[in-house]
């Protein structure tokens, strides 16, 4: 009897035991089921995430993209803003007013009035221009004064007079290619240009008015590209009859008198617009105690 109960309790501890395996293992079934699904949801996640990234990405560049368009055309539109402002506010008209044709025995060049005082005014201008004259006077043993004048025009750009002065050179300098003239008389019609007291620098922007090809007060823009061995370059047009003319800043301040250019062709014809002017320093020293 006892035996028997004790093989039942056996049985019964063995029929527990594989119950609790069994629920164990399903257990541990499910939970890797469980972890393989989640795992499988992260990994959905992840790409998701990644997906949403590259959007985010592209749609950052494509507003950077935009900014920067955006960005260059306000660039664009203040330079040109810019440009206006400036023509605003520099007097060409009176660069104009102050500049006079040159006339030599032989050719012609520029010249700029820079001063008037008691019933006489003074022109600067180049040496060449009027070397002929000097010399003729030299080799004559007689006075032989240059002519200054500057034609009269309608709105529509033809000439309908010109005016002539005799002027006297009163100073000369072949070396430094400047001469200073001064006729009897003050002609309400043309301006005083001051000779500036600032030194101009490379890039700052000039204007150019002078008599190119006999084309009278005629004006062109560019920059000041360099300054070397008393010369000012500049981009601006010059050509035969700038010679003598005004180099003026912004303010409408001569600061160099255009007197050749850099490169001619074959025929002696001008085949770079790069200009040279006579450079401020110079300028001054030549006028030193003369106005």
């Given at each position: 009897m006892n035996s028997r109960l004790v093989k039942i309790a056996i049985s019964i501890l063995v029929v527990c035991a594989f119950g609790i395996l069994f629920y164990d293992i399903s257990k541990l079934t499910d939970f890797a089921i469980s972890q393989q699904n989640i795992d499988t949801?992260?990994?959905?996640?992840?790409?998701?995430?990644?997906?949403?990234d590259d959007k985010?990405?592209?749609?950052?560049?494509?507003?950077?993209?935009?900014?920067?368009?955006?960005?260059?055309?306000?660039?664009i539109l203040t330079?040109?803003?810019?440009?206006?402002?400036?023509?605003e506010t520099v007097d060409t008209n009176h660069m104009l007013r102050g500049s006079v044709t040159v006339y030599g025995l032989a050719g012609l060049g520029s010249g700029t009035v820079?001063?008037?005082?008691?019933?006489?005014?003074?022109i600067l201008t180049c040496a060449h221009v009027v070397a002929d004259v000097v010399e003729a006077a030299l080799t004559q043993k007689q006075s032989s004064p240059?002519?200054?004048?500057?034609?009269?025009?309608?709105?529509?750009?033809?000439?309908?007079?010109?005016?002539?002065y005799a002027a006297e050179i009163i100073k000369y300098d072949a070396i430094n290619d400047m001469a200073l003239l001064k006729m009897d008389w003050v002609?309400?019609?043309?301006?005083?240009?001051?000779?500036?007291?600032?030194?101009?620098?490379?890039?700052?922007?000039?204007?150019?008015?002078?008599?190119?090809l006999g084309v009278m007060k005629t004006i062109s823009r560019g920059i000041l590209s360099n300054h070397k061995e008393g010369f000012y370059f500049s981009d601006n047009t010059t050509t035969f009859g700038n010679s003598g003319g005004g180099l003026y800043n912004k303010n409408g301040e001569l600061i160099g008198i255009p007197s050749n250019?850099?490169?001619?062709?074959?025929?002696?014809i001008p085949e770079s617009s790069l200009g040279l002017s006579i450079d401020l320093y110079r300028i001054k020293e030549f006028l030193r105690g003369e106005l």
């Open positions: 949801h992260l990994f959905s996640i992840e790409e998701i995430q990644s997906a949403i985010v990405i592209q749609a950052i560049q494509n507003n950077t993209d935009s900014i920067n368009d955006i960005q260059n055309q306000q660039n330079d040109i803003m810019n440009v206006f402002a400036e023509t820079v001063s008037v005082s008691e019933g006489q005014t003074y240059a002519l200054i004048g500057y034609e009269i025009e309608n709105e529509r750009g033809y000439e309908t007079g010109n005016v002539r002609d309400a019609n043309l301006d005083v240009i001051a000779i500036a007291n600032t030194y101009p620098q490379k890039g700052d922007v000039v204007y150019s008015v002078g008599n190119p250019v850099m490169g001619y062709s074959f025929f002696g």
